[in-house]
Structure formats: structure tokens, C-alpha cells
């Protein structure tokens, strides 16, 4: 049981992180709103109360810190200065990293771990846990006689006594919070007294196990102010009663008081200092600002930027009225049997449609309208099935962001990463498997791609480098494109590398766009010393894979001076697609339908010759290569038969070619069955797919089709030589 409670611990951690990670980039954008700072100091503290109640020592020790600096920010005392954005921005990665060590193990960097927390500890003023104020960039508090007041010895905190009445909703048992850990930490702040009621107990045969019938009335007797007790239920704030009376209630309202009055004296005589308030512990000089309202009850944090889309007076009163939309954690594991079923469902629904077609019945048209009504039934479960899978790329470029920053920092550059397109869905599996992929691109975005900051002033360019990471959907894929605005490919340089390593030969003839991808080459780097980011003999080649293995494609398009853009393209879902069914050699394949730019039937007219075997369809005055798919897979035709159907294809860079097949069939959705484990790796074939008839129909991949072509590279090569004559 604990162990599912910690699981949803840490799933609440990231969507706390999320919002953390968001709050810290709008302030960095310049939206410096209470609401965005309060939901940080409020998703730190949650993360700070959970870690607690598990143990994680490490975990709540740094969250502390963090905390408390906001705390400050939050009070209006501290300035959220560059130098202090930089410093939360990089301990919100770390707290990220620690959440990560305690959830999947590992070891924790003490020494940068440690760093960071000198660094806050510096902005954590003196009466708090007995830590040294330095504060960084904000200068020097002014010394209390310069102000023209007399210092007096800050008074000795008195007692104060609290009654509180606690009684838990049945909502809080279910997020893994114990009373039981929230006595401990009142019990550490003081001398408590806890009383049971239970006067609404019910009978042993009228309990319902899911409600929370019990209460507690507690009395409190502490130094500590009324904000850090009432900090202790922070973390369950929503999911109980609560009531906190206090005796020093009345003196703290008093001092509050006069801290106005001080405020609104005459401007010529110095302020006086507000009434010490014993239990808060605060510095004489420090003004008064009133208390910020208490946020209204939710089960998360909510992101700063739905906050500021609608006016703050309405979007308490829409909150209140709708509330957040309940969700549901399911396993995933559940909901792949889930798509596995329903990929069978399809695959029954085009063996029926088959049996349906040989029957010799004169007249099927009722069977075939309510056949009709199955398919589409069931591509609407299908899509709804996907849809569960489906999500946002948000978390995944949120963290992209760290990546850029440790990746900055270690080159000595500046860098920021711009997102867009956040809200595109995509499956989880496929932006899983996207991290590393983001991750190498992004650290050779920093580390070749952008000038250092005097280059960059050099060529009139901000001293800032500025990456763009976007996603969108296009044509039933999805596009991810990281683009950078720094010096773009060296490709004279690029070249003579691959000459050097023996990729290519010294008298090779390049394109632009193929000196480009010679960034892909196994083992290709240009990278002159071992360091942290590059150049240990991994090279984009890594980053290729992992796109081809998600039934991908990577594009890299480069401006010398201007920048370089990478371009992923991905299919929406690993387990359906829809393709275009066709013969090949009395064999039946499918062809993805996003390839695909238009079908025609050729004739003899349209046929011209390129070389000795080579040939060229004309398609409205331009000439495209044909590549003849039997010939490419090693497959062999009678004597009679031709293939008098083209299927033309564009590739990611804008190549088109003319698949030669014998017929098309259909056009339909199909389950995509890994070939992996099973035949291993064939060339021009992405997957295989299970037909209506029971066979197994193999799945193209047109872009390794086109790329292995001799057609097609002789007529790119002929093409290059008319360009350059």
C-alpha cells in the first residue's frame, strides 16, 4: 500500500514541477504576478511536505531552501533580480533531480547539490534557521542608526497558544496524506495536546470505508508564528476543515495597525518601526504588507499561464462554479491491452468485410451498410482509445529547458530556449523515446551551433543565443523542429571531415542538403576535444536511429550565418495508420498514405530513359525518377506482367520519386505490428500489417526505397551538373 502511495507522490511531483517550471519561466519572461509566485511557493511547499512524510531527507532539506527564498520574494522583501531568476531557475532543476534520484535511485551531485544551497542561503535572512544573509546583487541592508532609529534588543519570543479544529475530507486519505505526520510536525513546533472527537461515528454496520467520520481539536502552545502553523496544513489545504484560533490573533492585528500608521506618517520624519511582533520574528524595518488572500482549494497547482488568460475577478468565480475536470491514472499497461484489443477489432472487421466480398450473394448492399457502421464504430473507438494515450509535449520541453541550461553553462554561453506548440498531442510512447533524441540535438545546438557571446556581437547578433524547439501537426504526423539562430553548418569543414574519416570520397561531388546529413554518419563529429557535451565518438548518427526507430525521418536544413533547423518527423501513433494497399509482384503491401502525394496510371508518353536502365516519368513538364519497388525489394515479375501505376512520394527533403507498383487495391486503417525480435531489420520495409484475408502484408518505408535507387541517384547527380553548367 505504501508503495502505491509513494507512486502517487511522485506523479504528483511532476505535475508540481510542471507547474513550478512554468511559474519560473514566466517570471523570467517579465510576469512577475503574486498569483504566479504563490503557485511556486505552493507547489515547492507540496513537493517540501510530501518528501517528509516519506523520509526523503535530501529532497526536503533543499525544497526548505527553495522554499524560503520564495517565501521572501512572496512577502515583498527580496527583488527578483536576473541574477536571482538564474540561481531559482537552476534550483528548480535540481530539485527536479533529486525528485528523479529518489524515485528511480542513483546518486546525488553533493558538490553541485551543495553549491546551490550556499547560493540560496545566501538570500535566507539571518532569523531564519540561524542562516547567514549576504544578499547577492541586492546590496547591503542599510545599518537601523542610518535611518535615524534607535536599535532596540529584538524583543524574546513569547508563547502564544492555538486551538485548532482539524477534521480531514475523505479526498485527503486518498492522496496518501496521514494526520498522524501533520501531529508529528506541530508536535516539533511546541508542547500539544490532541483530543479525538468522534461523536460522528457511525455504527459498525452503517460505516461506509470510503468517508472520513473523525476530527480532532488540538491545542498548541508554541514560539512559532501563526504562518509557519499554519504551513503545516498547507499541504492539505482543500482536502480538510480547518479553524486555527490564536490569543496573540488581536496583538498581531494591533502591530499591523501601526505598521500602518509608521507607513503614513510624515514624509519628513522617518518611519517608525512597527510593533515587534514576537511570534513572527521579523526585522523591525522591514514595511508592512498586507497578508495575501489564501488561494482557493485545488488539487494542484494551476499553471500561471491559464491564470493570466482570463480576468483574475472572473476566474475565482468560474473556478468555484466548475472546479478542475476529474481525472483518472490509469497504468499503461492496461491501456495498451486496451489498444492491442482494439487493433484485433480492426483486423476482424477487414476479415469480415473479405468474407462478405466472396460470398456469392446477389445482394449484399443491407450487410454492407451495416458493415459500414462497424468500421466506422470502430475507428471512433480506435481514436478514442489513442486519444487516452495522447499528451501534451509540454513536460518534455519543459525539460528540455534544463538541458539547455546545464548545456550553457558548461560551454560558457548564453542561451535561452524558446518553446512553441506546447499543447500538441502526441503518443506517450513516442515522446518517451523523443527525450534523448531532443537531448543531443539540443546540447550540439549549444555547443556548435551557437557563437560564443564576443562572435555573436562580432556579427551584430544579441549576445544571447536563442533556440527554437516547436511542435505541430502536419499531414497526419507530427513535426518537431529545433531551430537555432547561430553560425549554421560549416560544410567546407563538414566535408573535408568525412574526406578525412573515409565517409566519402576526396573527389565526391556534395549538394548542400547531403553535406548536411553527413552529420548523421556513424561515428561523424566535428568536435576537436573531449568534453562533457561532445566529442567521444557519439555523433547525430545516435539521434537518427532513435527517429528511424519510432518510424521516424530527421531532415537538417542550415543558412551559413544564420542558423541551423532540425526537422523530426513522426507518425501521431505507433499502433494504427492509415495506408494504401497495393500489389507488388503478386505480393500484397501497404504504403503509408502520408508519402503519398498523388497516384496516376502511366503511359508509354510519360516514360523516358535516363542511362542505360534508368527512367524518368513526366508529370506535367517536370521529371521525377522512377524506382521500381519489386526490383528494390529483390522481388522478380512474370514475363507479362508491368507495373503501369505510379505512387508519387516526396521525402523529407523535398525529393520526389515515382514508386513503380503493379496495382491499388484500397485505401484503409491498419494495425502496425513491430518486426522486430522477428526478422530483424529489412531494407525498404518499416513493419508489417495482418489483411483481412489472414496474410501478412509487409509495410514500406519510402524513404530508404528512394534512398537506395540508382535511378534516383543518377538522376540527382545529373541534375547537379545541369545546375552547375
Known amino acids: 500500500m505504501s508503495g502505491s502511495i509513494q507512486d502517487t507522490f511522485f506523479e504528483e511531483c511532476e505535475e508540481l514541477l510542471e507547474a513550478t517550471d512554468e511559474g519560473l519561466t514566466a517570471i523570467e519572461g517579465g510576469d512577475h504576478d503574486p498569483e504566479t509566485v504563490n503557485a511556486i511557493f505552493r507547489a515547492v511547499h507540496s513537493i517540501k511536505g510530501g518528501a517528509g512524510a516519506f523520509g526523503l531527507d535530501d529532497l526536503v532539506a533543499f525544497a526548505h531552501r527553495f522554499e524560503t527564498v520564495f517565501d521572501e520574494v512572496r512577502a515583498g522583501r527580496m527583488e527578483l533580480d536576473g541574477k536571482l531568476i538564474q540561481l531559482l531557475l537552476r534550483s528548480s532543476d535540481q530539485l527536479s533531480a533529486l525528485v528523479e534520484v529518489a524515485r528511480d535511485g542513483g546518486e546525488i551531485d553533493e558538490a553541485h547539490n551543495d553549491t546551490l544551497l550556499a547560493a540560496l542561503d545566501e538570500y535566507i535572512p539571518e532569523e531564519e534557521e540561524d542562516l547567514t544573509f549576504e544578499p547577492m546583487g541586492l546590496g547591503a541592508p542599510a545599518p537601523v542608526a542610518d535611518l535615524g532609529i534607535v536599535p532596540e534588543a529584538p524583543a524574546e519570543p513569547q508563547e502564544e497558544t492555538y486551538r485548532i479544529r482539524f477534521q480531514p475530507l475523505k479526498e485527503m486519505y486518498g492522496t496518501g496524506n496521514e494526520p498522524f505526520f501533520l501531529f508529528q510536525a506541530l508536535k516539533d513546533m511546541g508542547d500539544l495536546t490532541v483530543k479525538l472527537d468522534e461523536n460522528e461515528l457511525p455504527g459498525f454496520d452503517a460505516m461506509d470505508m470510503s468517508e472520513s467520520y473523525l476530527a480532532w481539536d488540538i491545542t498548541l502552545v508554541t514560539k512559532d508564528s501563526r504562518s509557519m502553523v499554519e504551513a503545516v496544513f498547507e499541504f492539505v489545504e482543500g482536502l480538510c476543515e480547518l479553524s486555527i484560533d490564536g490569543e496573540g490573533d488581536a496583538e498581531a492585528e494591533a502591530n499591523a495597525l501601526a505598521a500602518l500608521d509608521a507607513m503614513f506618517s510624515t514624509p519628513d520624519a522617518p518611519p517608525a518601526p512597527p510593533a515587534a511582533d514576537a511570534a513572527e520574528g521579523e526585522a523591525p524595518a522591514v514595511p508592512f504588507e498586507p497578508p495575501v488572500p489564501a488561494p482557493e482549494p485545488e488539487a494542484k497547482p494551476a499553471p500561471a499561464e491559464e491564470k493570466a488568460s482570463a480576468p483574475k475577478a472572473e476566474s475565482g468565480k468560474q473556478e468555484q462554479r466548475g472546479g478542475p475536470k476529474p481525472t483518472l491514472r490509469v497504468e499503461l499497461e492496461r491501456v495498451d491491452r486496451l489498444i492491442n484489443a482494439v487493433g484485433e477489432l480492426i483486423i476482424n472487421h477487414s476479415m469480415l468485410a473479405q468474407q462478405i466480398a466472396n460470398l456469392d450473394v446477389s445482394d449484399t448492399r443491407d450487410v454492407e451498410t451495416e458493415l459500414e457502421g462497424f468500421k466506422n464504430l470502430a475507428r471512433d473507438i480506435q481514436e478514442g482509445v489513442m486519444a487516452i494515450r495522447a499528451q501534451p509535449v509540454k513536460p518534455l520541453f519543459q525539460r528540455m529547458a534544463r538541458i539547455v541550461r546545464e548545456a550553457s553553462a558548461a560551454t560558457g554561453k548564453t542561451c535561452k530556449l524558446v518553446n512553441v506548440g506546447e499543447n500538441t498531442e502526441v503518443d506517450k510512447t513516442v515522446i518517451e523515446r523523443l527525450s534523448d533524441p531532443l537531448t543531443h540535438i539540443l546540447r550540439n545546438a549549444v555547443d556548435h551551433g551557437v557563437e560564443k557571446p564576443e562572435d555573436r556581437e562580432a556579427a551584430g547578433k544579441s549576445k544571447v543565443g536563442e533556440i527554437q524547439l516547436s511542435a505541430s501537426h502536419r499531414s497526419g504526423s507530427v513535426c518537431i523542429e529545433i531551430k537555432d539562430d547561430g553560425a549554421g553548418v560549416n560544410r567546407p569543414r563538414v566535408k573535408q571531415i568525412a574526406i578525412e574519416k573515409g565517409l566519402i570520397p576526396e573527389n565526391a561531388e556534395l549538394t548542400d542538403g547531403e553535406i548536411d546529413n553527413l552529420l548523421f554518419a556513424p561515428g561523424f563529429s566535428t568536435a576537436k576535444e573531449v568534453s562533457n557535451l561532445s566529442g567521444r565518438g557519439v555523433g547525430m548518427d545516435v539521434v537518427k536511429n532513435a527517429v528511424t526507430g ?54 508509354d508518353d510519360m516514360i523516358n530513359s535516363l542511362g542505360a536502365d534508368g527512367t524518368l516519368l513526366s508529370i506535367r513538364g517536370n521529371f521525377v525518377p522512377i524506382c521500381d519497388v519489386a526490383g528494390s525489394l529483390g522481388l522478380y515479375r512474370e514475363s507479362d506482367q508491368q507495373a503501369g501505376v505510379y505512387l508519387l512520394v516526396e521525402t523529407e527533403t523535398g525529393q520526389r520519386c515515382a514508386l513503380a507498383v503493379d496495382d491499388i487495391h484500397d485505401q484503409r486503417q491498419v494495425v502496425i505490428k513491430s518486426l522486430d525480435g522477428v526478422c530483424g ?25 528512394i534512398a537506395a535507387s540508382p535511378t534516383a541517384a543518377a538522376f540527382d547527380t545529373e541534375r547537379r551538373m545541369s545546375n552547375a553548367s
Open 550 to 603: 519510432l518510424g521516424g525521418r530527421i531532415n537538417i536544413s542550415s543558412t551559413p550565418g544564420k542558423g541551423s533547423t532540425f526537422t523530426i518527423i513522426l507518425p501521431l501513433t505507433l499502433a494504427v495508420m492509415d495506408g494504401m494497399v497495393v500489389s507488388v509482384a503478386d505480393q500484397t503491401m501497404v504504403v503509408p498514405i502520408t508519402s503519398i502525394v498523388e497516384t496516376m496510371r502511366g503511359s
Open 681 to 705: 531489420e529489412i531494407a525498404g520495409v518499416a513493419a508489417a500489417t495482418i489483411l483481412g484475408d489472414g496474410k501478412i502484408a509487409m509495410i514500406l518505408d519510402p524513404e530508404s526505397i
